[in-house]
């Protein structure tokens, strides 16, 4: 494992697999993360597909910190709906309790996500803003040398590229219908209600 300023690190294993985190990685022994991933996928049929795009999107092996970057924008996400659920129920409806985690793991991804991936040996580089078409799983390929870098992007276009990338449609429907989709997006993301 190597260190990038003491954010990122790679951690490559000789698979082509990405493994989406499940349930016991992202909420280890927390019940209140359980609760709330159990509450998730039984409200939003989505909820499988947002966490396997998102996970496509950014790979399984950039961490931040000691832990996956993805793992650690889906416990964001988790936490902010726990809370939610926590709160008088009847005050929230499932699109307001999709938009809490929304905006959670967006704020969270704006913090361990904007990075770029160097290929040192082809000078290659992959990044949400330049290479949105392709995920980072499938750009990776057989690349050996990899590094990580903190890149400098607008914080509304990459909550845009990101949103566009990873939600599903039905939660994107939500969204637009109850007019949450500027929330989620705006540059100054805040997972509070």
């Not at 996956?68 to 939610?84: I, N, R």
């Not at 990899?146 to 449609?169: A, G, T």
């Not at 939660?171 to 989620?184: D, Q, V």
Request: net charge negative.
């Amino acid at each position: 494992m190597r260190k990038y300023n003491n954010k990122w690190s790679i951690v490559v294993t000789n698979t082509h697999y990405i493994k989406t985190p499940d349930r016991d990685d992202i909420c280890g022994s927390n019940s209140a993360l359980a609760d709330a991933y159990d509450h998730l996928h039984h409200q939003w049929i989505g909820a499988d597909e947002f966490f396997r795009r998102f996970t496509h999107l950014f790979g399984d092996f950039i961490y931040h910190g000691e832990r996956p970057a993805v793992t650690s924008v889906f416990q964001q996400g988790l936490s902010a709906y726990a809370d939610v659920l926590q709160r008088d129920n009847r005050r929230y409806f499932p699109h307001d309790r999709l938009k809490a985690f929304l905006s959670a793991c967006f704020f969270q991804a704006l913090i361990v996500c904007r990075f770029s991936v160097i290929d040192s040996e082809d000078g290659e580089t992959w990044s949400l803003l330049l290479n949105h078409d392709v995920p980072l799983s499938l750009w990776k390929g057989d690349r050996k040398k990899l590094d990580v870098e903190e890149i400098d992007i607008d914080q509304e276009h990459f909550s845009e590229l990101l949103y566009e990338k990873s939600v599903p449609e039905n939660m994107k429907r939500a969204m637009r219908r109850f007019s949450h989709e500027a929330a989620i997006m705006a540059g100054h993301l805040d997972s509070r209600h």
